[in-house]
Every structure is written in structure tokens, then in C-alpha cells.
Nanobody, 122 residues
Framework: QVQLVESGGGLVQPGGSLRLSCAAS????????MGWDRQAPGKQRELVAT???????NYAVSVKGRFTISRDNAKNTVYLQMNSLKPEDTAVYYC????????????????WGQGTQVTVSS
């Protein structure tokens, strides 16, 4: 079984930075893609950033130029570096691992973290 543990959220002022981390436990053979989405009260859930197995990245228009997604395959960890934070970035951020194959399995599954609160306010 796989468990994702998120960390790095908190309260920051506008213009500040945070780095989110999400590490997966378990005997993972491969991961198709990793990413982050976010949800704020009264707003639509938004896919923020993804990184695929070949290293390709994609970002929501709202965060382009400010956020950077990266990964450490050896640690089964995905990161989200968030710079120049704005109040509208306030949300609960969830990490996702898509297409996870465990060692010895021919099937893949989608796993997600518990969420971490990011609040941007002065």
C-alpha cells in the first residue's frame, strides 16, 4: 500500500515563498505522473502543476512563472516551490501520484495526500 505525506504549508505574507513536499511510502515500481491541485472555499478545484515520467511539466496559467514543480525519483517525492505568493493562492494543496505501480503488480492506482493549508495574507 502507498501513503503520501505532505508538508511545508503555512502562513506567509504576499510576495513570500513556500516549498511543499510530498513523499510516498511503499514498494513503488513506477509512477506515471505527479502533481498538485488546490481547493479554496467557494472556488473550483484547480490543477496547479504536473510533472510526468519523462520530466515534462505543465502549470496552470495562474501560477506560471511563480511556481516550480520538481521531483526526486529516488525518494519518490514531489515538490512545489511557490514564489511571489498572492492572496488568491490561499487554498488547501493536495499532491497526487498518478499511475502508481507497486513492485510485483501489473496494475496502477492513483494516490493523493491529506492536503496542506497554504494561507497568503498580510
Amino acid at each position: 500500500q502507498v501513503q503520501l505525506v505532505e508538508s511545508g504549508g503555512g502562513l506567509v505574507q504576499p510576495g513570500g515563498s513556500l516549498r511543499l513536499s510530498c513523499a510516498a511510502s511503499g514498494s513503488i515500481f513506477s509512477i506515471n505522473a505527479m502533481g498538485w491541485d488546490r481547493q479554496a472555499p467557494g472556488k473550483q478545484r484547480e490543477l496547479v502543476a504536473t510533472i510526468t515520467s519523462d520530466g515534462s511539466t505543465n502549470y496552470a496559467v495562474s501560477v506560471k512563472g511563480r511556481f516550480t514543480i520538481s521531483r526526486d525519483n529516488a525518494k519518490n517525492t514531489v515538490y512545489l516551490q511557490m514564489n511571489s505568493l498572492k492572496p488568491e493562492d490561499t487554498a488547501v494543496y493536495y499532491c497526487h501520484f498518478w499511475g502508481v505501480r507497486l513492485e510485483g503488480s501489473s496494475y496502477s492506482n492513483h494516490y493523493w495526500g491529506q492536503g496542506t493549508q497554504v494561507t497568503v495574507s498580510s
